[in-house]
């Protein structure tokens, strides 16, 4: 009984180091569409996140919802279309998306938050609209620029009504949609995890954590134990060129470079279907997901307190 009571107090004063470390920090938290679709992982992150806002962190949670709009635009009869990773959003797309995100998604999260005691507040084109933007223009095969329709990327964030929400103890909640500076009040649609950077950088907020449906950067997708536990951008981009960075994780570790670059200082890819992995995360010395940092100046590629980066 008494080890099991020690056990405890020892979680506690391991996790005390962490909570004067970032205690005033800004911490972006990206929750994923494959999160949000289990409401007991949901939950879990939710209530890791009030948490987090307790002890004196400053939590700003950014959104996406992929699964959610697809189901939504079926049931509409509209087939997705993806270009180069992106859903193409014509403008009866864009009505849904900032439909699911910003009413539907958003206000399920704060509604969550504040039942589990804490206070949050969605920041969007309803509310207050923080992410402005201009559509994205990508080069296709054959140099042409390719038309995405309504889909943008974030070029500004306006940061005090976020900083002022935070300062508040309460939790700001952003969907991934901008407002687009050339037509004034009309919305894109942006990639959740470029959203997520994008207020990380803006911030300069000490960790970007993406919260995902794998254990972290795996270096065989269909093997759990293949988890690499550090990371560094040269490594990143080593994994990228060889297909093992694929997918749906592409845009994840891209967000993480340009935002260590831009001086976010840590970044984090974890399982949300693991129950408490935020707090395990940032609260335990070797974590539970895969950590990307800038390369060591001694040399070393893993972060310190990590176990050795698995990179073969
Ligand atoms: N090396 C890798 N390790 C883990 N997952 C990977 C890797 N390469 C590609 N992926 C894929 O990335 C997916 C996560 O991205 P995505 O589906 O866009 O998630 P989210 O909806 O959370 O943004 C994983 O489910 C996996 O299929
Ligand atoms: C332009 C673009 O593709 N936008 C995404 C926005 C939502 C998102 O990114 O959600 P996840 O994080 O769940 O993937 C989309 O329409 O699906």
Known sequence: ?????????????????????????????????????????????????????????RPVLVHGGGKAITVAMERAGLTPRWVKGRRYTDDATLDIVARVLAEEINSDIERHINKFGGRASGLHHKTHQCLYGRKLLLPGE??????????????EVDIPPIENLCLAGVVPVLPSLAEDEDEDGKLLNVNADTAAAAVAQALRADKLIFLTDTPGILLDRNEPSSLITGLTPGECRDLINRGIIDKGMIPKVEACLTSLEAGVRKTHVIDGRLRHSLLLEIFTETGVGTEIVQEENDGRSSPPGRRPVVVR
């Open 1 to 57: 009984m008494h080890e099991e009571a020690i056990r405890k107090a020892d979680v506690l004063v391991e996790a005390l180091g962490y909570m004067r470390k970032f205690h005033g920090r800004f911490i972006v938290i990206k929750v994923g569409g494959s999160v949000m679709e289990n409401p007991e992982s949901l939950r879990a992150l939710l209530v890791d996140v009030v948490f987090m806002q307790t002890v004196g962190m």
């Open 142 to 155: 054959d140099g042409e620029l390719v038309d995405l329709g309504r889909v943008g990327d974030v070029t």
